[in-house]
Antibody, heavy 115, light 107 residues
Framework: EVQLVESGGGLVQPGRSLKLSCAAS????????MHWIRQAPTKGLEWVAS????????YYRDSVKGRFTISRDNAKSTLYLQMDSLRSEDTATYYC????????WGQGVMVTVSS | DIQMTQSPASLSASLEEIVTITCQAS??????LAWYQQKPGKSPQLLIY???SLADGVPSRFSGSRSGTQYSLKISRLQVEDIGIYYC?????????FGAGTKLELK
């Protein structure tokens, strides 16, 4: 059974940092691109970042470029999102998703940026 | 960036009715289109990938089609468990973009 389990969310002050993790199991993690998607309260889905299977290529939405870093550890089957210089508009539930068509999704982790 | 225009924003339909949701891409994305269903408090679930392929475990009343840069999701006979919000996603090129969503309710 495929599982993606996010962790690391919480309440953080503006300007501070947070690192999300996504532990994968049930599929060959190292074969697939992985993604982070977020959803602000009562809003729609918004793609945040993606990483190639090897980790050699990364992609970001403009609003997080230079602040967020996506990475992966294929030996640990784990995806990460380092979030720096957080803003109130980054408040959302963050989901990790796997494979080309975002086939698999985690349950999501809440990030609240507030003073 | 590729824009995905999804319609309608909301839809009220009766049980057993045929429901159709569409997404219009702002440029050619080939078959790099997926559809998701999201229920309250839950993560999105893949329904259709490659514009027309049914994901594992998804009921056959769901189907996807493509006409040029317009993509459609059809539910052939609406069931109670189909209530939720539906999103399309273009997975052709980054930045990947979702449609704004269609909220499907029972009439």
């Amino acid at each position: 059974e495929v599982q993606l389990v996010e962790s690391g969310g919480g309440l953080v002050q503006p300007g501070r940092s947070l690192k999300l993790s996504c532990a994968a199991s049930g599929f060959t993690f190292s074969n697939y691109g992985m993604h982070w998607i977020r959803q602000a309260p009562t809003k729609g889905l918004e793609w945040v970042a993606s990483i190639s299977p090897s980790g050699g290529s990364t992609y970001y939405r403009d609003s997080v470029k230079g602040r967020f870093t996506i990475s992966r550890d294929n030996a640990k089957s784990t995806l990460y999102l380092q979030m720096d210089s957080l803003r109130s508009e980054d408040t959302a539930t963050y989901y990790c998703a796997g494979r080309v068509s975002f086939d698999y999704w985690g349950q999501g982790v809440m990030v609240t940026v507030s003073s | 960036d590729i824009q995905m225009t999804q319609s309608p924003a909301s839809l009220s339909a009766s049980l057993e009715e045929i429901v159709t949701i569409t997404c219009q891409a702002s440029q050619d994305i080939g078959n790099w289109l997926a559809w998701y269903q999201q229920k309250p408090g839950k993560s999105p679930q893949l329904l259709i990938y490659g514009a027309t392929s049914l994901a594992d475990g998804v009921p056959s009343r769901f189907s996807g089609s493509r006409s040029g840069t317009q993509y459609s999701l059809k539910i052939s006979r609406l069931q109670v468990e189909d209530i939720g919000i539906y999103y399309c996603l273009q997975a052709y090129s980054a930045p990947y973009t979702f449609g704004a969503g269609t909220k499907l309710e029972l009439k």
